[in-house]
């Protein structure tokens, strides 16, 4: 069984910074792409960033303050958030895929989600 567990949630004041560790365990022979999405009270899940085939792609809302990384030996993936604003705060969910495993050959996997709260 292979899942995606992230952290690094918390309350920062705006202008600050926070960094989100996801790291996908279990028996995994690929992983395609991973990336970000956050979803604040009331509105829809939206993409942040993502990194997969040697392309990095942001949202216009966090280019230039965000920062999305990958350490494939870990299978890891990272979100390095400077410059907080308070639109920023959401739920931030891990996401993973196509994943391949000996059971499956395109699986997508989500994290648990971590709140992240921005103050003015």
């Known amino acids: 069984q292979v899942q995606l567990v992230e952290s690094g949630g918390g309350s920062v004041q705006a202008g600050g910074s926070l960094r989100l560790p996801c790291a996908a365990s279990g028996t995994i022979i690929s992983i395609n792409a991973m990336g970000w999405y956050r979803q604040a009270p009331g509105k829809q899940r939206e993409l942040v960033a993502t990194?997969?085939?040697?392309?990095?792609n942001y949202a216009d809302s966090v280019k230039g303050r965000f920062t999305i990384s990958r350490d494939y030996a870990k299978n890891t993936v990272y979100l390095q958030m400077n410059s907080l604003k308070p639109e920023d705060t959401a739920v931030y969910y891990c996401n993973a895929g196509p994943v391949r495993t000996p059971t499956s050959r395109y699986l997508e996997l989500w994290g648990q989600g971590t709140l992240v709260t921005v103050s003015s």
């Open positions: 990194i997969g085939g040697g392309i990095i």
